[in-house]
């Protein structure tokens, strides 16, 4: 009897896996790891240095908007517009006397009485009964101040020409440029009051120093930092009741110096307000403003590395904070005092 032949299944081999095996899946998150770190490490970076950028930047422009402002007024300082002019010489010599129609016979304040007039680590005090340099809002301000005086005659509104005060106010609201505005300026509409010819040069007196920035809830918070620095203020005479408050301009302005160049002294030698003697302020023929600007976050790449700045005043400090400060210095001529001898 014949036996089928017995054919036995052969054992099938295990299929081919698609997977990956541990080793393999180690090394691929290795290489991810190493790969987010570095993409995290140049977009750091680069966000670091971006910001570094925007802070410089940002002193960079607060220091020209600062000395700008500061200059155009300086320029125009001791301006009296001849065409208007009843006697057609130069700037009179205070704020009141100019009114010939009705001549004054109280003095006002040598800081009215000269194209320019500075205060040595002190501010200028319009009020009435101080009009006089006196102390700072807080003993934290470094700042000089300064004030510049000078005639208009425009009627061209509050965007251009001169009429305006550095804060943008209307120089005829001043109670003494009561006998030189239009006659008709406070029955007009206050919209149309620039457009008003004056009927003689109306008086524009700024005033600068520093301020602390008021810090609050509603200070200007950056990154969840509140900022604590220092703004450039001014004080105009466009308003109807003189005060001693300085309305900020810019802020990021810690050091702010002014000196001023004698033209009758025969010396080129700038000096501060201390320096100059009453008799030679109607002499000044250049003021060379000074300041120190910062960032108002860390902006340095080297973070709280220390680092060393000269400041306005020639002192070298050093700094931890991270802060960017940079010094700016620039001289501007009165203009009309461009035929001085030295």
């Not at 320029?75 to 057609?88: D, H």
């Not at 003494?176 to 524009?204: D, E, G, M």
């Not at 108002?296 to 700094?319: E, H, K, P, V």
Request: charged residues 15%; neutral net charge; hydrophobic residues 35%.
């Amino acid at each position: 009897m014949r036996h089928k032949p017995s054919h036995k299944r052969a054992a099938s081999s295990p299929e081919k896996s698609n997977g990956f095996t541990l080793v393999e899946f180690m090394v691929s998150i290795a290489l991810s790891m190493v790969i987010v770190i570095a993409a995290s490490y140049v977009y750091l970076s680069t966000r670091e240095t971006q910001r570094t950028l925007q802070e410089k930047a940002f002193a960079f422009e607060s220091a020209r908007f600062a000395l700008d402002a500061i200059g155009r007024d300086i320029e125009n300082a001791g301006f009296y517009p001849e065409i208007r002019s009843q006697t057609g010489t130069a700037m009179p010599n205070s704020l009141l006397v100019e009114d010939y129609a009705n001549p004054v016979t109280v003095s006002p304040p040598i800081a009215y009485e000269t194209p320019v007039f500075g205060c040595q680590a002190t501010r200028y005090l319009p009020l009435a009964a101080t009009q006089a340099c006196g102390a700072h809002s807080s003993n934290t301000v470094d700042a000089d101040g300064l004030v510049v005086n000078y005639y208009t005659n425009d009627a061209l509104g509050l965007d251009i020409g001169n009429r305006a005060d550095c804060l943008r106010q209307d120089s005829a609201n001043d109670p003494n440029n009561a006998a030189r505005r239009h006659l008709n300026y406070l029955t007009t509409a206050a919209a149309s009051r620039p457009w008003l010819l004056p009927q003689r040069p109306l008086f524009v007196s700024n005033k600068y120093t520093l301020q602390p920035t008021t810090t609050s809830t509603t200070s200007m918070v950056i990154e969840g930092q509140t900022i604590t620095t220092f703004s450039l203020g001014c004080n105009g005479n466009g308003k109807s009741i003189a005060d001693n408050t300085y309305q900020p301009m810019v802020s990021g302005i810690d050091q702010l110096r002014f000196y001023f160049l004698i033209s009758s002294s025969g010396s080129s030698q700038f000096r501060r307000a201390n320096d100059v003697a009453t008799a030679d302020w109607p002499n000044v023929a250049a003021v060379r403003v000074c300041l120190l600007a910062r960032s108002l976050q860390a902006a340095r790449l080297q973070g709280s590395t220390s680092y060393s700045i000269t400041d306005c005043d020639g002192t070298s400090t050093a700094f931890t904070d991270g802060i960017a400060r940079q010094v700016f210095s620039q001289v501007f001529t009165l203009k009309n005092k461009m035929n001085a001898t030295f």
